[in-house]
């Protein structure tokens, strides 16, 4: 159960677009259209974002998107807004029934 | 609506128990699978345990196995994490997590902060 790996922090301007990214192994991203993404405000729990790799949750804003490639799945915010300043958390299912999430990325809107 | 309350959290000696407890409502508690998620001071998310509907699958992650037990009370709406064995690096803000059908966590609680420390 290793932990996927995210870029440390990823930073934009009001209305630009950003896109985090969460590389796993064969084992997991790879093999399973089953990422899920977290945005979690300080002092607050996390909040699903994205799940199934591209699904939007209901009430989520269309300004976020997942995709998948091979290894690696993405999170791209477009339309950055203040609110968006968050940790992001990606997560794939891992198999055997165990989930691994990443090592999180930290959005600072400049 | 959906709420997910963690309670049991607190100061605890290296070696010793503690039982964290999640009560949860507005949602059929028993048709869903329940996680717990954890969170270490200034760290990232790291899956703790999950447990199958009837409580017919049980999981946990390699960090926590032969020490925690997850469990829960469908007629109570209750999840349960005994702790036993606590080591400093269980130190973290737990969470109780409901899975979604596409083994995601839709919604959580707001977690219980458990210290492990002499």
């Known amino acids: 159960q290793s932990a996927l790996t995210q870029p440390a922090s990823v930073s934009g301007s009001p209305g630009q677009s950003i896109t985090i990214s969460c590389t796993g192994t064969?084992?997991?991203?790879?093999?399973?259209?089953?990422v899920s993404w977290y945005q979690q405000h300080p002092g607050k729990a996390p909040k699903l974002m994205i799940y199934?790799?591209?699904k939007r949750p209901s009430g989520v804003s269309n300004r976020f998107s997942g995709s998948k490639s091979g290894n690696t799945a993405s999170l791209t915010i477009s339309g950055l807004q203040a609110e968006d300043e968050a940790d992001y958390y990606c997560?794939?299912?891992?198999?055997?029934?165990?989930?691994?999430f990443g090592t999180g990325t930290k959005v600072t809107v400049l | 609506e959906v709420q997910l309350v963690e309670s049991g959290g607190g100061l605890v000696k290296p070696g010793g128990s503690l039982r964290l407890s999640c009560a949860a409502s507005?949602?059929?508690?028993?048709?869903?699978?329940m996680n717990w998620v954890r969170q270490a001071p200034g760290k990232g998310l790291e899956w703790v345990s999950s447990?199958?509907?009837?409580?017919?699958?049980?999981y946990y992650a390699d960090s926590v196995k032969g020490r925690f037990t997850i469990s829960r009370d469908n007629a109570k709406n209750s999840l349960y994490l005994q702790m036993n064995s606590l080591r400093a690096e269980d130190t973290a803000v737990y969470y109780c997590?409901?899975?979604?059908?596409?083994?995601?966590?839709?919604?959580w609680g707001q977690g219980t902060l458990v210290t492990v420390s002499s």
């Open positions: 199934e790799v591209s």
């Open positions: 997560c794939s299912y891992a198999g055997s029934s165990t989930s691994s």
């Open positions: 997590a409901r899975m979604g059908t596409g083994l995601y966590f839709d919604y």
């Open positions: 507005g949602f059929t508690f028993s048709s869903y699978s």
């Open positions: 447990i199958s509907s009837s409580s017919s699958y049980i």
């Open positions: 064969s084992s997991d991203v790879g093999s399973y259209n089953l």
